[in-house]
């Protein structure tokens, strides 16, 4: 399964942004999909994820104002990405759950103070 993330950039404190991650050269279907995110000298962390259903789970530092939602129909998930803060600077990494877990190359998001 190849992951190809789109949508990162350099914003302003307050701004928008929306990531995309489209899958493919799945055999099966893809059951959760998600974002996490790395910024310099930290651990990789759980941003957001959706199941194949719907259902979805968020980091409470991004509550009310990160939403994921996806298209199954093209085995998309998007991000998008609303009050952004400085802290939330990051490289921003796509995941696809099939048989086996499968992670993008990753995507910059940088939010200037």
């Known amino acids: 399964v190849q992951l190809a993330e789109s949508g990162g950039g350099l914003v302003p404190a307050g701004g928008s942004l929306t990531l995309s991650c489209a899958a493919s050269?799945?055999?099966?279907?893809?059951?959760?999909m998600g974002w996490y995110r790395q910024a310099p000298g930290k651990q990789r962390e759980l941003v957001a994820t959706i199941t194949r259903g719907g259902s979805t789970n968020y980091a409470y530092s991004v509550k009310g104002r990160f939403t994921i939602s996806r298209d199954n129909a093209k085995n998309t998930v998007y991000l998008q990405m609303n009050s952004l803060k400085p802290e939330d600077t990051a490289i921003y990494y796509c995941?696809?759950?099939?048989?086996?877990?499968?992670w993008g190359q990753g995507t910059q998001v940088t939010v200037s103070s």
């Open positions: 050269g799945s055999r099966f279907n893809i059951n959760n």
């Open positions: 995941n696809a759950q099939e048989e086996l877990s499968y």
